[in-house]
């Protein structure tokens, strides 16, 4: 009988508390919808994400519009940027020669201390809305230098010495 006793209390017990879903949803009012965009804890190369701490912590929330045709030029982030695809479709090239592509509607989370170049390949404008987890008084992106053909000078890692199509 106690046994049968102890199955049932820890029945009850296990069965009265919410799961992580339903707590998710206890967070807001019934009418609202939250729709999960993105859950990583790695950024589109693979780095694991690591916030600044060697400054006051600074968040900045970004539009940027890139026409058909242009491109962000050769840069880099020191902190994470967290990226959500508005419209069109940008081609994201690194130094190695990789690239990943975002269309409308996808979430990303930017590579660090990598040189990239954000092209819009496509013929509708790119509108990204970009969330940058930065640190006060300190520049989240760093531009390289480049040469003639549009390669990327100086001590950057991932550089590479052949152009990126344009």
Do not use: C
């Not at 760093?142 to 550089?159: C, I, N, Y």
């Amino acid at each position: 009988m106690i046994k049968y006793t102890l199955v049932a209390l820890v029945l009850a017990f296990t069965f009265s508390f919410p799961t992580f879903a339903d707590l998710a949803k206890s967070d807001y009012n019934q009418d609202v919808t939250v729709t999960k965009l993105l859950r990583t804890s790695t950024n589109s190369i693979g780095q694991p994400i690591a916030y600044p701490h060697d400054a006051p912590a600074e968040a900045s929330v970004l539009i940027v519009d890139i026409p058909p045709g242009k491109q962000t030029g050769w840069h880099k982030h020191p902190v994470p940027l967290f990226g959500y695809v508005l419209s069109g479709t940008i081609t994201v090239h690194l130094a190695d020669g990789k690239k990943n592509v975002f269309k409308q509607g996808e979430a990303f989370a930017e590579s660090v201390n990598t040189l990239h170049n954000g092209i819009n390949e496509g013929t509708e404008p790119v509108k990204l809305l970009i969330f940058v987890a930065g640190e006060k008084n300190v520049p989240f992106t760093k531009k390289a230098p480049v040469d003639k053909e549009g390669r990327p000078l100086g001590d950057f890692p991932g550089k590479q010495d052949a152009p990126v199509s344009q």
